[in-house]
């Protein structure tokens, strides 16, 4: 079984090498990579819905960051502050910089997983090897992260 996040009901119209044309545009716009409005569907639109996901799950806001006003460093230091006030209000607190690593490496996750250009956006296995720790960042950092496509508006 290979889910579909994208929609429910469009991961029934394709195979998993498949990459489909529709002229039919449904499901949750936030969720849709951009390539989805153009009538492209391919396993890189699941990885877009993911990255929205986790970006919603960290953020808390349901936007995902695709507006040109924030670059991806400041945006990850915001939401890491955010996380580090919270975490240090918590009484007995003890694994602060374990869990602010943990919560800077799924903000870069999921913000390499919405980049506008679906070729540039990582495999799901890549996504597993990164959120495990066995595979590097460095690569989608210095070259993904920088890129001006993946800046973020501002909160």
């Known amino acids: 079984m290979i889910p579909k996040l994208t929609d429910f009901g469009l991961s029934r119209l394709f195979d998993q090498k498949q990459t489909i044309h529709t002229a039919i545009n449904s499901g949750t716009l936030g969720y849709m990579p951009p390539e989805y409005l153009r009538g492209i569907i391919t ?44 975490l240090q209000k918590q009484q007995g607190y003890t694994s602060l910089e374990i869990d602010c690593q943990q919560i800077t490496r799924c903000i ?31 690569w989608y950092i210095s070259n993904e992260l920088s890129s001006p496509n993946i800046q973020v508006e501002a909160p």
């Open 43 to 86: 396993p890189m639109s699941d990885i877009f819905a993911l990255g929205v996901t986790i970006m919603e799950v960290i953020t808390g806001h349901r936007e995902y960051p695709y507006d040109i006003r924030t670059s991806s460093t400041e945006f990850i230091e915001h939401e890491l502050q955010k996380w580090r006030n919270v």
């Open 108 to 138: 870069q996750i999921g913000l390499i997983c919405v980049n506008p250009e679906r070729t540039k956006r990582p495999t799901m296995k890549k996504i597993i090897d990164m959120l495990q720790g066995s595979k590097s960042m460095d």
